[in-house]
Nanobody, 118 residues
Framework: QVQLVESGGGLVQAGGSLRLSCAAS????????MGWYRQALGKQRELVAH???????NYADSVKGRFTISRDNAKNTVFLQMNSLKPEDTAVYYC????????????WGQGTQVTVSS
């Protein structure tokens, strides 16, 4: 069994910063890509940022230049540094990971709320 646990969400004023973390644990042989998604109230879940094992990244246009994704492969952890936050960044943020155990499967965290006040 594999678990992803997110932390670091909270309430912040516009222009502020937050750092999200997501740690994977369990019977993991290796983790390929990891990423962050978000879902605002009444909207579909959308990709925020994605990072490969080798460190290649891609970002949603709406967060480019403000958010930075990184990972610690030794600790099976992915991070999302969020700067210059805007009220429209308010959402539940989820991490995901493509994990190789006895099979290859995508796992999701439980989500962490980020609220940006104006």
């Amino acid at each position: 069994q594999v678990q992803l646990v997110e932390s670091g969400g909270g309430l912040v004023q516009a222009g502020g910063s937050l750092r999200l973390s997501c740690a994977a644990s369990g019977s993991i042989f290796s983790i390929s890509a990891m990423g962050w998604y978000r879902q605002a109230l009444g909207k579909q879940r959308e990709l925020v940022a994605h990072i490969t094992t080798g460190g290649s990244t891609n970002y949603a246009d709406s967060v480019k230049g403000r958010f930075t994704i990184s990972r610690d492969n030794a600790k099976n952890t992915v991070f999302l540094q969020m700067n210059s936050l805007k009220p429209e960044d308010t959402a539940v943020y989820y991490c995901d990971a493509l994990v190789l155990t006895s099979t290859v499967k995508t796992y999701w965290g439980q989500g962490t709320q980020v609220t940006v006040s104006s």
